[in-house]
């Protein structure tokens, strides 16, 4: 279901670095390795396994990360985000 908000504002390239910079730094945090290392162990190296335990933790912690710069906080958030920026477009808001 989309959301009746108004899109995030665009994000230039250099926001748009600053926005990965920050989830990619979010996976270091020590609590959210924690997080990772736990799902890695319990998928036991099976692809079906990563997609159920790995892959929702993985997205929640992006999205801990993007919701502050305007994007939902549901897969279409994320997948929103991606897609922006994989592309040069750009969105959210560097206001937190």
């Known amino acids: 279901m989309a959301s009746a908000s108004a899109p995030p504002a665009a994000l230039s390239a250099e926001q748009a670095k600053v926005v990965l910079a920050e989830v990619i730094q979010a996976f270091s945090a020590p609590e ?49 985000a991606g897609r922006r920026v994989g592309s040069g477009e750009g969105a959210g808001s560097l206001d937190p």
Request: charged share 25%; hydrophobic share 35%; with cysteine.
């Open 32 to 80: 959210n390795a924690v997080r990772m290392d736990e799902a890695r162990d319990n998928a036991c190296n099976d692809m079906g396994k990563m997609l159920q335990f790995v892959l929702p933790v993985a997205t929640q912690i992006q999205q801990e990360v993007i919701k502050a710069y305007g994007f939902s906080c549901d897969g279409e958030g994320g997948s929103d």
